[in-house]
């Protein structure tokens, strides 16, 4: 990564062309500095670790209601705190190659 103004650095910044299409002309002009895309990516990380951590232990605690054994859902219990700090750390990798 390079950072502004070093010898070999881009000279300006360019969105992959997958998110071009997705976004409308009013949000791409916004997201041209790659410190505002960073900060979108993180914030974006945010609700996104949150979702996984709703679908995933909703769709576990489903499948451990079924048994008779409470260490399962303990195990389910404190698998909140891995999955969303996981989808958190992967989109700072994201921001941070940017």
């Given at each position: 990564?390079?950072?502004?103004?070093?010898?070999?650095?881009?000279?300006?910044?360019?969105l992959?062309?997958?998110?071009?299409?997705?976004?409308p002309?009013e949000?791409?002009?916004?997201?041209?500095?790659?410190?505002?895309?960073?900060?979108a990516?993180v914030?974006?990380?945010?609700v996104?670790?949150?979702?996984?951590?709703?679908?995933?232990?909703?769709?576990?605690?489903?499948?451990?209601?079924?048994?008779?054994?409470?260490?399962?859902?303990?195990?389910?219990?404190?698998?909140?705190?891995?999955?969303?700090?996981?989808?958190?750390?992967?989109?700072?990798?994201?921001a941070?190659?940017?």
């Amino acid at each position: 990564m390079f950072l502004p103004g070093e010898e070999g650095a881009p000279s300006t910044f360019v969105l992959p062309e997958w998110l071009q299409h997705l976004l409308p002309d009013e949000v791409l002009g916004r997201l041209e500095h790659p410190w505002i895309f960073a900060g979108a990516i993180v914030i974006a990380s945010l609700v996104i670790a949150k979702l996984v951590d709703w679908l995933t232990t909703g769709i576990l605690l489903r499948a451990v209601r079924r048994t008779s054994s409470s260490l399962d859902d303990e195990v389910v219990a404190k698998l909140h705190g891995p999955i969303i700090k996981t989808v958190i750390l992967a989109g700072l990798w994201i921001a941070s190659s940017v």
